[in-house]
């Protein structure tokens, strides 16, 4: 079982600037791979970025050049670091963790955090 906490969500002006951070309640980053996704009401669920286990990082088109992921592993800590923020980055940010070769038991999901970019 793994739980994780986001936060660093909130309100934020076009062109502005966030950092999400996600902890995981134990160390995971050896046989998880973490992802961030976001969802907007009525939309699907879409993959934001993530890093494997290996470290190796993907990040959405759409973010490419203004979102940087990482990792802390001794806080067991991941981060979305958000800049340039434009008004359809407005979601509900969430943190996941999967084992890409078991995701069906191995799924996990943090609550979620509300990011709302708006003038």
């Known amino acids: 079982q793994v739980q994780l906490v986001e936060s660093g969500g909130g309100l934020v002006q076009p062109g502005g600037s966030l950092r999400l951070s996600c902890a995981a309640s134990?160390?995971?980053?050896?046989?998880?791979?973490m992802g961030w996704y976001r969802q907007a009401p009525g939309k699907q669920r879409e993959l934001v970025a993530a890093?494997?286990?290996?470290?190796?990082?993907n990040y959405a088109d759409s973010v490419k050049g203004r979102f940087t992921i990482s990792r802390d592993n001794a806080k067991n800590t991941v981060y979305l670091q958000m800049n340039s923020l434009k008004p359809e980055d407005t979601a509900v940010y969430y943190c996941?963790?999967?084992?890409?070769?078991?995701?069906?038991?191995?799924?996990?999901w943090g609550q979620g955090t509300q990011v709302t970019v708006s003038s």
């Open positions: 134990r160390a995971i980053f050896s046989t998880y791979r």
């Open positions: 996941n963790a999967r084992k890409t070769w078991d995701p069906d038991n191995y799924n996990y």
């Open positions: 890093m494997a286990t290996d470290g190796s990082i």
